[in-house]
């Protein structure tokens, strides 16, 4: 983990500006509603407990 902690933390917080331009933007919400609505039809979604 030590060798590749340069590589994690940039590529962390790439994700982070990523996550940061699709709140502004609105399509967070897009994106989770889809998300939702495909695990939901594909039955990952629910626990088999």
């Known amino acids: 983990a030590r060798r590749h902690a340069r590589t994690v933390m940039r ?5 982070l500006i990523v996550l ?5 933007t ?3 919400d897009a994106l989770i ?3 939702r609505a495909w695990l939901g039809a594909t039955g990952l979604g629910t ?3």
């Open 47 to 49: 626990s088999s407990l």
């Open 33 to 35: 509603i889809w998300l």
């Open 26 to 28: 609105g399509w967070w």
């Open 11 to 15: 590529v962390g917080g790439a994700l």
């Open 20 to 24: 940061g331009i699709l709140l502004l």
